[in-house]
């Protein structure tokens, strides 16, 4: 059998219910992704597997799609579609199957809540699934387990944990397999809370292929938390961007610094707004990006950007860090202007680059040059600034 055609069916139809929050957990944020994007772009990066349908709940497939896709490049949307989930899982799952594609022969489907499985865990069940047609991964029971009353929970006896497993996702099977386990079940009016319990009615052996420790599923608050931690480990690509900006002062112009319109008789000369410290901000961003000068992105001599605010440009920055699956950790600026003063500002001027780069570690600065220079004569004003990216990685 081809690898190639293998696809991935990621039920994520579900409430969330047992959160206590109003949005469903796999659209919540796991250190600043959502839960569900992290999920898919693990199964999107695994070059075994051809083709993957996420199912949404059907009130929330429009904005559950806009939500996820700016997370997603475009190498890794390729292969994703969406469709609507059903009012069980099992339904969800059956709709998911009928959106793949029929060359796919071989499923696994994966909980859109566990993002922390790993490449190892996908090769151990695309493997099982190639040897056995149908497999389920899951880690031995450590705890020991006792049986307890239904009513006062006594505790009745001790289980023999010798032969329990736990069960995770990816489980899977050849389509022809999962198919009939589907057909069974609708015929018997069976409904299972996992794949595995379908084939296992259908009487399909199910062999067993080790999950991991670490794929845990995000029901409850606390597994968001400990997922998070396990996720800021793995954090460690870095990336260092300078960007520098000067403009001249001239009159008849307003003055624009940081998205702040400053009281002053001068204003900055150029096509756009001549915010020069979000200039210099956005040119230290795409140089940790490696993509290059503002001048590239948004040209001086193309008409779309005469007068253009930058701090709409900026939003645009913003989103081609968040496609390349990088974050802004920090950012620090200085403004070099004689006059006027700018400490009045500068509050204002953070609080609105925070909230547009989602994130409160943005520090201003501002200095003069005792009278030297350009900025000292008041002849213009410019703006050195760094920042810091992180890479979003999955253990
Ligand atoms: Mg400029």
Same mark, same amino acid.
């Given at each position: ?17 047992? $959160? ?18 992290? &999920? ?24 559950? $799609? ?28 059956? #709709? ?34 190639? %040897? ?18 239904? /009513? ?40 299972? /809370? ?20 670490? #794929? ?18 793995? %954090? ?23 998205? %702040? ?39 001086? #001599? ?23 699956? $990088? ?6 600026? &200085? ?23 989602? /994130?409160?570690?943005? #520090?201003?600065?501002?200095? &003069?040059?005792?009278? $030297? ?23």
């Amino acid at each position: 059998m081809h690898s190639s055609r293998c696809g991935v069916i990621i039920p994520a139809a579900g409430s969330g219910s047992r $959160m206590g929050r109003s949005q469903p957990k796999q659209f919540l944020e796991l250190a600043g992704i959502p839960v569900l994007a992290r &999920t898919l772009r693990v199964i999107l990066d695994h070059p075994k597997l051809a083709a993957v349908v996420a199912v949404l709940p059907p009130e929330q497939l429009q904005s559950g $799609m806009e939500l996820l896709l700016p997370f997603l490049s475009p190498a890794q949307q390729a292969k994703l579609c969406f469709t609507a989930g059903g009012a069980t899982r099992q339904q969800s799952v059956y #709709n998911g199957l009928a959106a793949l594609p029929m060359e796919i022969d071989r499923i696994l489907v994966h909980d859109g809540a566990r993002p922390l499985v790993t490449a190892a865990v996908i090769d151990r069940c695309v493997a099982g699934l190639d %040897e056995h047609g149908a497999i389920l991964s899951a880690v031995p029971v450590k705890d020991t387990l006792k049986e307890v009353t239904a /009513t006062e929970a006594t505790v009745l006896r001790t289980v023999d944990r010798a032969r329990l497993w736990q069960a995770q996702t990816p489980q899977g099977a050849a389509r022809s397999l999962l198919e009939q386990a589907f057909r069974q079940a609708v015929a018997d009016g069976f409904v299972g /809370t996992d794949e595995a319990s379908l084939l296992e009615h259908a009487g399909i052996p199910v062999s067993v292929v080790m999950g991991s420790e670490l #794929n845990l599923k995000i029901t409850r608050p606390e597994d968001m938390a400990l997922a998070t931690a396990l996720l800021r480990q793995e %954090e460690q690509l870095m990336r260092i961007g300078h960007g520098f900006d000067a403009h001249r002062l001239v009159e008849g112009r307003r003055l624009i610094l940081g998205g %702040e319109e400053i009281p002053s008789h001068l204003g900055l000369d150029g096509h756009s707004d001549a915010d020069v410290l979000v200039h210099a901000l956005m040119d230290a961003i795409l140089g940790a990006l490696g993509e290059g000068d503002l001048g590239q992105h948004f040209p001086d #001599n193309d008409e779309q950007y005469r007068g253009a605010d930058s701090c709409q440009l900026l939003v645009q920055v913003m989103k081609l860090v968040r496609a390349k699956q $990088m974050r802004l950790l920090n950012a620090d600026i &200085t403004v070099i202007c004689q006059r006027p003063k700018l400490a009045p500002y500068r509050a204002a001027m953070q609080a609105r680059l925070r909230a547009l780069c989602a /994130t409160e570690a943005i #520090n201003i600065k501002a200095t &003069t040059t005792e009278g $030297m220079g350009y900025a000292g004569r008041g002849e213009g004003i410019s703006s050195h600034a760094v920042v810091l990216l992180a890479e979003y990685a999955s253990v």
